[in-house]
């Protein structure tokens, strides 16, 4: 006999998961019209019991917007990448082909993004009579990353709808559409505003701008709390799909997955398997704790709705940061600051790949000297800098035989130089330069000025450069290790001989090690100067 109200309750015994007579398509079949007439009373009791535990689920305010795919124009310039590909098959008695392209689109400011991708491919098996084709397409909003605090928005959201087609050539084509959304969660909302308008918090904020005013870098409470902020918590997905349309193994495959999830979590997992959600869909919710290291996730399918509660994660996790995406945070925790090494020049202190921090001597000023310079035997690129009357600097970057220069000329407008043209960006603005070098090879580079820095980014090289005319900060591969020279160090991991020379000689203060990179412009007081002694191997 059946309880006469479904309730949420803690699983101990894997009972339901040995049911035969629905066993494989449970969680994604509705109740049979016999079943739920045989149960009109048990059925009224179910639904409403499923309409007080989705309040959890409506609280949270799934905003989609869905919009008729690639129908969005872009506002401004935007970037397109395409890729295509086609796999042949030689010898034997079937030709086997198959061909794809996919097509990415996007945004100057990187936050309206356009999908598209095309897989047809001819028969495999013998059996096969017909070609087979798949079609996928999507566009996506996110939040616009920014480094300032002044800049959050009020509401952080993001949201995605994505749709995929399959099937025979000639045949009606099996769709699935996605539909996703990324938000605060409701503690990070809370929290927020329970700590806005409290005096500490507020001086802190203060305290923070202040300091990104006099070029200072955050301190932890500072970083702490803008990432806390600007990170999106909580996911919501929804998926809509034809029943009769999926093939039988994907539901023994999702529901042997199911299995497999609940045997390891049984300990996290509340179950509720007499419920009557809305048919042909699934709807998921991945709620990450304000502390980045536990998550909660909620599944609802047309029969049944699972919930995990506190699963452990084995690191901090930001689901989505605007500060700087995501998967940035995550591997420079897994790699100790590693993932994307970065030398900082601030007013007249720098900081080198390896993490030092020394003083630049007062003597530099209208002295150019190499920042950084790649001093394997391929020499792939170069960056000097020369330092101004006051704190107002210069760069220039020697790349592929291109030479770029970089000048500060107004209050949030950097001019730049790229083989002789001069490009002035204003405020979210982006251009983008090209040469080609030879046969297959191209030199690339891209300019985009914000509302606080401009940005350069050059590829093949692989290095981005952020100035603003008095701080510069450069991002370089890892693939560099061991290979750097200058002013931003060597680069080896070790912050113990940091003050090595061009030919690997050992300085033991910072005026003697930055006047050895030195570059003669006739302007700069200080000489070059080199020091014999002890030398280091070269890698």
Avoid at 172 to 181: C, E, G, L, Y
Wanted: hydrophobic residues 30%.
């Amino acid at each position: 006999m059946r309880k006469q109200h479904a309730q949420l309750y803690p699983v101990r015994n894997p009972e339901m998961f040995h049911r035969e007579k629905r066993a494989r398509t449970a969680p994604f079949v509705q109740e049979s019209e016999s079943d739920s007439s045989s149960s009109e009373s048990d059925s009224s009791s179910s639904s409403s019991s499923s309409e007080s535990d989705s309040e959890s689920w409506e609280s949270a305010k799934l905003k989609m917007q869905p919009k008729k795919f690639y129908q969005q124009r872009f506002e401004s310039k935007a970037m397109q990448h395409r890729f295509a590909f086609n796999f042949l098959t030689l010898g034997g008695s079937i030709r086997r082909e198959m061909s794809s392209e996919f097509v990415w689109t996007y945004d100057q400011s990187f936050s309206e993004h356009q999908f598209q991708m095309a897989v047809e491919r001819t028969p495999f098996r013998v059996s096969e009579k017909e070609s087979w084709q798949m079609y996928f397409k999507g566009q996506m909003t996110i939040p616009r990353f920014t480094r300032k605090w002044s800049e959050l928005p009020q509401e952080l959201q993001g949201h995605g709808l994505f749709q995929f087609q399959w099937g025979r050539k000639s045949q009606p084509k099996k769709t699935v559409a996605i539909t996703v959304n990324a938000q605060r969660s409701p503690d990070q909302v809370k929290t927020i505003q329970g700590v806005t308008g409290q005096k500490w918090y507020t001086n802190l904020k203060q305290q923070c701008q202040q300091d990104k005013q006099n070029h200072m870098e955050y301190s932890e409470a500072c970083y702490e709390a803008m990432l806390f902020e600007s990170s999106l918590n909580q996911f919501l997905v929804q998926i809509e799909y034809q029943r009769e349309q999926l093939p039988r193994w994907f539901y023994h495959w999702t529901w042997a997955t199911m299995r497999f999830a609940y045997g390891k979590l049984w300990r996290h997992a509340q179950i509720m398997d007499s419920v009557s959600n809305t048919p042909n869909m699934v709807r998921m919710a991945f709620t990450v704790t304000n502390d980045q290291r536990m998550m909660d996730v909620v599944f609802k399918t047309p029969r049944m709705n699972i919930v995990y509660n506190r699963l452990p994660l084995f690191t901090q996790v930001y689901p989505m940061v605007v500060r700087r995406p995501s998967m940035y945070y995550f591997l420079q925790r897994i790699t100790g600051d590693t993932f994307k090494p970065f030398c900082k020049v601030m007013t007249n202190q720098v900081r080198t790949f390896d993490n030092f921090t020394f003083n630049l001597p007062e003597e530099t000023q209208d002295c150019e000297f190499v920042l950084s310079k790649d001093c394997s035997e391929k020499q792939r690129y170069t960056v000097t800098m020369e330092q101004k009357r006051g704190d107002k600097k210069s760069i220039r970057v020697i790349a592929d035989g291109v030479e770029i220069k970089m000048k500060w000329v107004a209050p949030q407008r950097v001019e730049c130089t790229i083989d002789g043209k001069t490009y002035k960006l204003t405020p979210d603005q982006m251009e983008v330069f090209e040469k080609p070098l030879w046969q297959h090879k191209s030199f690339f580079a891209r300019m985009e000025q914000t509302q606080s820095s401009f940005i350069l980014r050059v590829n093949p090289t692989g290095i981005t450069i952020y100035f603003d005319g008095e701080n510069i900060m450069i991002e370089a591969s890892n693939m560099y290790r061991f290979k750097q020279c200058g002013v931003c160090g060597d680069f080896n991991g070790e912050d113990s001989y940091e003050f090595v020379g061009p030919q690997q000689e050992i300085y033991t203060n910072e005026k003697a090690f930055v006047q050895s990179y030195i570059l003669p412009n006739g302007k700069c007081t200080l000489p070059r100067t080199r020091q014999q002694g002890i030398k280091l191997p070269k890698y």
